[in-house]
């Protein structure tokens, strides 16, 4: 009887043990995972929070550097414009070759000689100045404008290949409307500059386009 009361005795504390041990158990797992969530939801705030600081970082840089990209721009255009103002002052005092109506100047004088033939020559227009030093210019007489290209210190050999670049283009593309050129001259040499040459060409009545724009140039 004895070690039958003692077994059973033995049965019931393991039992309660048992018992305390998921109780212990079940509060102790039920405190941890709250614990967990609430360390999840932190972790995602602050995670979520750093995305918000990295993405208004980076959009104040691209701020930042869109208006030092347009203030380096305007810069640029100032700097530009000094330099071109500076010479133009410097180009007013060198010394090189200036076109005149007189009748001594080699353009005056291919216009009125007898392949032209123009009697007076009354007026003329610089449409471009380009950066390799050729000119473009109109002048106007009593036979009507022609179209002068003219360079200050290149040899007239280069008009000559052009000439008979546009003789070509106009007989292999009859509906193109190509100058005709008409007579070559060469410019005196000027202080450092020359001697140069220039081009003859009827005028056409054209619109220039793309990078043949004068604000192109």
């Not at 080699?106 to 007898?114: D, E, T």
């Amino acid at each position: 009887r004895r070690r039958a009361k003692d077994a059973a005795s033995d049965r019931k504390g393991g039992a309660e043990d048992e018992e305390s041990k998921e109780q212990a158990t079940s509060e102790s797992g039920g405190a941890k995972p709250k614990e967990k969530i609430v360390s999840n939801k932190n972790e995602s705030d602050l995670c979520s929070t750093t995305r918000a600081s990295k993405a208004s970082s980076s959009a104040v840089k691209r701020s930042k550097a869109a208006s030092g990209g347009r203030e380096a721009e305007m810069h640029k255009a100032n700097d530009y414009e000094r330099l071109l103002s500076s010479a133009k002052e410097q180009e007013d005092g060198v010394e090189k070759y200036r076109r005149s109506l007189e009748k001594s100047d080699p353009i005056v004088r291919i216009l009125m000689a007898p392949r032209i033939k123009a009697t007076e020559v009354l007026d003329f227009e610089l449409l471009e100045s380009r950066w390799n030093g050729n000119e473009i210019v109109k002048y106007t007489t009593d036979k009507g404008s022609f179209l002068v290209k003219m360079n200050r210190v290149e040899p007239m050999e280069m008009f000559v290949a052009e000439s008979l670049g546009l003789v070509t283009m106009a007989r292999s593309s009859p509906s193109v409307r190509v100058p005709k050129p008409l007579d070559i001259g060469v410019l005196p040499r000027v202080g450092d500059f020359g001697p140069g040459s220039f081009l003859v060409m009827e005028w056409i009545d054209a619109i220039p386009f793309g990078v043949l724009r004068s604000e192109s140039q």
